[in-house]
């Protein structure tokens, strides 16, 4: 009797010892996860019992979306590459609401990637273009009179071209390839970084002249401007390599009048939608050239600063970083402006790990750059990772730019997952967006949300990261700005109650 | 001339201070890399003038490769398909070394996944094998008779099948299909990681009647440590789900006989090649079950683990996570065992971030797991990256494995880049490398080496590697196998310098 007593007693010891190490167990798991998600960015946001509501809507439209490619991966976009699903994503409900949202500011784009290839073919039927077909490419200009520069066959009105071709459609079609990325046989042609880099670059040579001629330059720009608003976004810090815009009668002009023209536009955009809070001009020419070539584009960007301070955001240099010089040859003449002119330089846009390109991640933090653009090769730096989070530095993710480029394949993989995750400093941005077809900054924060991030990434992330692209913007009266991203993500909150709850 | 003087020494000034600043720019680049390189794993171990030399030679072949790959990204294997190299890079010198080098344990790879496709084709020669072919499979019995068992179309003995099907060595590439992922036109059959992860089950279903007839298996396992041996590699932890062998005469034995088998193959092969140091069983049954199996396959595993205390390692649980029951729903069966049997737990190997089967990797860590096998998205974990680091909890990387099992298409975006740049505690290890026709452990360590680590990542890397793989496996007497690796290691390192250098 005694023995089957403490049979017993034992027994129940154990179980209520099992007992508790599982609850102790479960305890510590809880922790563990919400520890995990305290420290993701967003997560120190608090939502109003208004933005719970839209919160728990638009999770639930995403949940369907990962819980469906869960089950069926084969059907997963974010794994797939970005002009298999762009046109498919953007009925989705989700998407519709992440396009009506304020999404702040826009802070890493390049100035001539920015609108599609059905608006860079409107510019075709301007008057007075030539066009010059070559083997493999297209040359354009602007004249009065027939160009005599350099073709291998021969320059044509376009309208003439056009009209000959004996049929339209067709040549419009051909035509519009040229301004595009975007092809049906994407895995076949671009099997390789650089051949797509390739592609890319010569869309920019092609269209050098297409867009620096006066007229076309501030037509393309405010049009850009008043994309990026349809696309609630607010206000603009946009890249320009500053190309020598020509007129009619053959005169060019230097980057100081490139940038005057910026003035113009954004002056006159403002004055037709004063609820738009500009955009200011990162001057940032071709990375492959020498150190003087650097300290000359230094000198005429501190002049810039001078003459243009409303307008001017600070200094990058761009181009393929694996093909061009590293940061590291221009380190001498960068440092002696550092304290002069704000730095906001491409670095780690690579995945040549341990290589010179992949080492503008340090340079770019030794320069003390306000952000950097991509940073992609960040995540294998944990030192310089640190010291990213220790000075504030934002860095600008580009992730659908980084599919198209050919950095990451499957979306999930992107680091920017785990710089969120760790609560670093990001803005998302877009690039060159018109070059892939997608809108000015919606997709990407779209694919971010439903591709990159956690499932259980929520309504604090998209706002965070609006309104990390006003602090770490340069605009100078944040209050204001921030004041009135408040009231309309107020306004964006309440519709979406009205019109879906 | 006062002032003449005064502007000149304005401009000395000028010119000093601007010297000053670019050499502390310099310093602090310097400072921030060296700080990075002296985290990265394996950058704590001192070479000897010896290894250095060695080192050199290796990281000019590495070197080589990567800067040609840097120069040409088309033809730089480690971004493409594991299958579109595999037989390349076995003929380079960098893998001949790589080969030739200790690489000490093997801590990852399931029993029955180890041998290549020819392997498994000499067994289909044996006597007694009766053979079915179904419409997209294939069964396998070895009997004294005509098997009764289930087939749709009808049992033949092998023999008979394949010297009746009129064209042998037809027959014989038709079935070695069924014994390997291994396909040219891969990436248009293996369209999504659910496609390939059921090629790759069936492959373990289709084999199981064929393994586990008693002598095939004790065969099959001993031709594993044999080949790993020639692998250089001393020592093994291999997961088994201890499947039940069976007899001519129809005996059908439980999992404690399968443990006999295999403890009865060990000391053979211990006798037969003293010069290993042996290998243990991990216990890694099926997890796609109710959580009461669970509770009895511990109860087994405790029974293993008295009867089989020298070659009992530990349990885990099998199959594709994103698939079967997430590790939570077993948290209180685990728990209860967690004092008593080691645990090595699969967890993490996902793209499914803020899911029931990404949760997995914080189970592993509360159920104090040893080591956790893959923890592919740990990268997006920081606060269980972490923990993993304080518990000092080994993670049991298998990359050649995640690109088959399309985790990830560019071995460059693979996280343990960032495992190794952080000096987390890392082994390498191969999974299955028999299915994909990779040897046992060297092309895990080759790929990894030129691939997945930084340019300047080294011997160093590759010596912690090895170690690491003693010092986070069971193997009781660390001193005794550590001193054995230091002796081989020097012999590799002498043979280097006399047939190299």
Known sequence: MCALIVIFLVAVLVTVESHDEYESALFQRTQLLERGLNMMLGNDLELSDAEEQVNEYIMELKRDEVDFGFSHPQHFNYSKHFFDYKDEVQHTQLFKIIKQMPKGALLHAHDTGMLSPEYVMTLTYLENLYVCFEEETVKFLFARELPTSDCSTQWQ??????????????????????????????SDIYTDINIVWKQFQDYFIR???LFTYEPVWEQYFYDTLKALREDNVMY???????????DLDGNVYDEMETLASYKRVIDRFSKDYPDFFGAKIIFAPLRSVQPETVKEYLQKAKIMKREYAGIFAGFDLVGQEDL?????????????????????????????????SDENLVDAIVLNARRIGHAFALIKHPVLLEEVKKRNIA???????????????????????SFIAQ??????????????????LSLDFFVTFVGVASRHADLRLLKKLALNSLYYSTYSNKDKI????????????????????
Chains 1, 2 share one sequence.
């Open 236 to 246: 603009l810090e946009i890249r320009s390599v500053l190309p020598g815009l020509y």
């Open 157 to 186: 009105l376009m309208r003439d071209a056009r009209y000959s071709s004996g049929n339209v459609e067709k040549f419009d079609e051909n035509l519009k390839k040229y301004f595009t990325l975007v092809i049906d046989d994407h």
């Open 207 to 209: 269209t050098t002249d």
């Open 395 to 417: 860095i600008e993710a580009n992730v659908i730019s980084n599919v198209v480029l050919k950095l990451v394949e499957d979306m999930r993989n992107h680091p920017l997952a």
């Open 324 to 356: 061009g010089r590293p940061t590291k040859d221009f380190l001498k003449e960068l440092i002696t402006e550092a304290e002069d002119i704000d730095f906001f330089f491409h670095a780690g846009e690579t995945n040549w790990y341990g290589t010179s």
């Open 423 to 440: 609560g670093l400093p990001v803005v998302l941005a877009s690039d060159d967006p018109g070059i892939w077809g997608a809108d000015p």
């Open 482 to 501: 921030v004041h009135e991203f408040d009231i309309r993500w107020a306004r964006f909150i309440h519709n979406i109650q009205t019109n879906h709850l």
